[in-house]
Nanobody, 124 residues
Framework: QVQLQESGPGLVKPSQTLSLTCTVS??????????WSWVRQPPGKGLEWIGVIRDDGNTYYSPSFESRASISRDTSRNQFSLQLNSMTPEDTAVYYCVREGGDWTGYNYGLDYWGKGTLVVVTS
């Protein structure tokens, strides 16, 4: 079974950059057709999709985050990471790494595996 685990700081100061890492077990982040994404949920709000890194390493981002988000991967460690610049208190949220399942046709069959999430609080 695929398992994902987020790691990183629980507290970030305004204007600083958030760096989170997702460690994947039970499956390779380079396995064909699957995608690996970051989503978040601010307190009292719905889920927000941040961006994704594909099995081939290509990345795509929500327009809301394109200017300040960056997703990368370390295939030797089976990890992928999120960097989110210029953090503000409105970025306080539970951050999740997730898998987006796919197949050879390009079909995206949804967010099928989730990490437990990590709370990130932005405060001075």
């Amino acid at each position: 079974q695929v398992q994902l685990q987020e790691s990183g700081p629980g507290l970030v100061k305004p204007s600083q950059t958030l760096s989170l890492t997702c460690t994947v077990s039970g499956g390779s982040i380079t396995t064909s057709y699957h995608r690996w994404s970051w989503v978040r949920q601010p307190p009292g709000k719905g889920l927000e999709w941040i961006g994704v890194i594909r099995d081939d390493g290509n990345t795509y981002y929500s327009p809301s985050f394109e200017s300040r988000a960056s997703i990368s991967r370390d295939t030797s460690r089976n990890q992928f990471s999120l960097q989110l610049n210029s953090m503000t208190p409105e970025d306080t949220a539970v951050y999740y790494c997730v898998r987006e399942g796919g197949d050879w046709t390009g079909y995206n069959y949804g967010l099928d595996y989730w990490g437990k999430g990590t709370l990130v609080v932005v405060t001075s």
